[in-house]
């Protein structure tokens, strides 16, 4: 699968297998993250996978979207790392937010080519998180991705590409802003 039919095969995965991920293939979808570029190439990210079913419990505890978590075989979780967090971009915005989501683009493209289902929860209690990965001070969550096979008519699929997104002329522009 090239790059442009992960795109469009990408879709939020709505309900998991109860099936685990082989290790070599989530170590290849987890070898996209560090790939990812970043501002001043800080890398400012950390990813905890979570597997052990007690500890993907908890977890699931700390969110609105505990089920999805809870069936998911695999749980990436992604951090920013303050220490490594850029001042502003165009001065109102700092960058780490932007890199860890390149990063989390990756895994989801990566993940999607290797026939996997993700989804990206902003949905949980800071708190929470913190407490059951033992996260330090200076670390902060910035996502839940859960990872596995996607049940049937979940996930990937060839007929997602474009649905319910804006038209080119509504978002891409040549030489000035038009709108
Ligand atoms: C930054 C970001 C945060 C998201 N947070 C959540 C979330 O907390 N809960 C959720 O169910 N989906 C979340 N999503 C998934 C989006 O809701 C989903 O990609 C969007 O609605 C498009 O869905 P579609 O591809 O099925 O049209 C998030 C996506 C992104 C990119």
Redesign the pocket.
Known sequence: MDVFDAIRA???CASFLNQPIPPEKLKRVLSAVRLAPSQQNLQPWRFVVVQDDERKRLLAQA?S?GK?IAAAPSVVVAFAVEEDIPVTIGGYISAYPLDV?VA??HLQLAATAEGLGT??????NEQKVRSVLHVPEGIHPI??IPIGYPAEGNGSSAA?GG???KSPDEVIAYDQFPW
Request: charged share 25%; hydrophobic share 50%; aromatic share 14%.
């Open positions: 990408y879709r939020p969110s979207r999805l989501a989390i683009d989804n990206w929860l902003i949905e949980f996502a839940v997602a649905q319910g997104r």
